[in-house]
């Protein structure tokens, strides 16, 4: 299957590869794609995340595509407050140590066992692109609006990888919090890194998902809501839904 999922998008790619040549060897640079190898809706409304990913990763044309795409993300002040890290091939595994050493610095007395499967997670897919917000102090733009955006270009590249026949899936983890990991990747204490997007080919077809129950999350509001009735739902407090626990992929 997955050799097929490649073929399907291989002419694609060519196309948008030899389009983006024109503009001074960067695709990042290029005019706008010609053509989509799937549609905008279609991609939005049907991306999940794989139950595992191998090999090919996304070749370096495929990435910048979704590199662009991500840095269409919403951003209010034009703050571009998202950065890349991109990591692949052995520095998987210098990660992996990284994510290991610092486990063991927030829990001295960890298992062995644990450490080998925190120094793993890294070799779960052949391309990790770290999205963090570099944030910045703005009058107009909270810190918490420019983590929001570097989110928009996770989810934008997540979409992106979709499009283009490739899977992905995000993650954070105490890791993502760690002082110790946002200095081995260069980033400031002060930043906040939103996910760790592993990128690669789905090694199989994922499950469908059932259709979501849009009515279930929406109100439409009409005006100001009843004092009285607010004081109820306040005095209740708010619903608490069990329901299962929440899925390790999203």
């Known amino acids: 299957m997955r050799v097929e999922r490649v073929e399907r998008v291989a002419p694609y790619r060519a196309r948008i590869v030899a389009g983006s040549r024109s503009a001074k060897g ?9 053509t989509l190898p799937v549609d905008a809706i279609a991609a939005l409304t049907t991306r999940t995340s794989p139950a595992g990913l191998v090999a090919p990763a996304p070749d370096a044309d495929a990435l910048e595509w979704m590199l662009r795409a991500a840095m269409r993300a919403p951003d209010h002040g034009r703050l ?9 091939a052995a520095a998987r595994a210098a990660l992996g140590d990284v994510l290991a050493d610092a486990l063991q610095r927030r829990e001295p007395s960890v298992a062995d066992a644990a450490l080998a499967k925190e120094r793993a997670k890294p070799l779960r897919a052949p391309l990790i692109v770290v999205v963090a917000a570099k944030l910045r102090e703005h009058r107009g733009v909270p810190a918490v609006e420019q983590i929001v955006a570097a989110g928009a270009a996770a989810q934008n590249m997540l979409v992106a990888a979709h499009a283009l026949g490739f899977g992905g899936f995000w993650r954070t983890g105490a890791a993502a919090y760690d002082d110790h990991v946002k200095r ?3 980033i400031r204490a002060e930043d906040s890194i939103v996910g760790f997007v592993y990128l690669g080919t789905p090694s199989a077809q994922a499950p469908p998902l059932p259709a979501p129950n849009v009515e279930a999350h929406v109100t439409r509001w009409t005006g100001p809501a009843n004092e009285a009735a607010s004081e109820t739902a306040a005095v209740a407090g708010p619903q608490v839904v069990s329901g299962p626990a929440l899925p390790d992929r999203q």
């Open 80 to 88: 571009r407050p998202w950065r890349f890290i991109v990591i692949e």
């Open 26 to 34: 960067s695709a990042l640079a290029s005019t706008e794609p010609r």
């Open 184 to 186: 081995a990747l260069g």
